[in-house]
């Protein structure tokens, strides 16, 4: 098992990685960089740099995740038949799938409509931003699809489950609700410093905004990983980010 478990971190780690590289596909905000920064460091050694602290996050994480993931019966059935898990309870690939897909469309379009309902009550530096994203599709289905749910389900909302577990010696619907919404809060809270770089003095619903618009997909998303697996929540991820940008084309 102890090989298992390192082969499965290895390839988790490189998957995530991946998603790290695929930023280099977008492009990169910089202007926030001193300008003495800038001066000295060509942009393109820049970007490599940037890339340093997810890649470590990733590495980190994703070790975290494998060490406790399959302690609250949290699974990467696909993953874990490549590589030939000794201990792997039986599992339908098509009803991963179908999982991901729908609740990656369901995603997309609650999504949308929270971004239709609040733009018109959020500061324009935040509007101007989101209308100026250049982002590419590879750089959000990559990063992510994969490189988040990795960081968020597989290694944050792995470990909140398991220390609950430990805590209350029980492993039900509760605990993994309170995991699934934990996970969800935090990554809605990491986008407040940026939101305080664009914005001086925000208000309620930009707050409401940035919660809300960031905990739609992690509670969809976290709810996927514990009925059906990580790689439906790679999928349901990724399929969210393909139906906002189909929805915005209309």
């Known amino acids: ?25 977008s492009d990169i905000p910089l202007d926030n960089l001193p300008k003495e920064v800038t001066d000295i460091i060509p942009r393109e050694t820049l970007k490599l740099l940037i890339l340093i602290n997810p890649t470590l996050i990733v590495l980190i994480i994703t070790g975290i995740g494998t060490l406790v993931y399959n302690r609250v019966n949290l699974s990467s059935p696909l ?10 309870p039986p599992f339908s690939t098509k009803k991963i799938v179908t999982w991901g897909m729908l609740s990656g469309v369901i995603a997309g379009i609650l999504l949308a409509g929270v971004s239709k309902i609040f733009t018109p009550f959020l500061p324009t530096a935040l509007t101007d ?8 599709l590879v750089t959000k289905v990559m990063y992510g699809g994969i490189t988040e749910e990795l960081m968020m389900r597989f290694g944050l909302m792995s470990l909140l489950t398991w220390l609950l577990f430990k805590a209350t ?11 699934i919404i934990l996970a969800s809060l935090i990554f809605a809270l990491g986008h407040f410093p940026m939101l305080f770089q664009m914005v001086t003095h925000p208000s309620a619903l930009t707050y409401a905004y940035i919660l809300i618009g960031n905990c739609v997909g992690g509670l969809i998303f976290g709810y996927v990983y514990w009925k059906k697996g990580l790689e439906s929540a790679f999928i349901s991820h990724a399929m969210t ?3 906002m940008v189909l929805l915005s084309l209309l």
Do not use: D
């Not at 993953?79 to 792997?88: K, S």
């Not at 931003?129 to 982002?135: G, P, V």
């Open 1 to 25: 098992m102890k090989k298992f478990k390192l082969k499965l971190w290895l390839t988790l780690a490189f998957i995530g990685i991946l998603g790290v590289a695929s930023l280099l596909l």
């Open 169 to 179: 010696k029980k492993l039900n619907a509760v605990i993994y609700w309170i995991a």
């Open 241 to 243: 980010h393909v139906t």
């Open 79 to 88: 993953i874990e038949r490549l590589l030939n898990c000794p201990e792997q």
């Open 129 to 136: 931003t989101s209308q100026q994203n250049t982002m590419s």
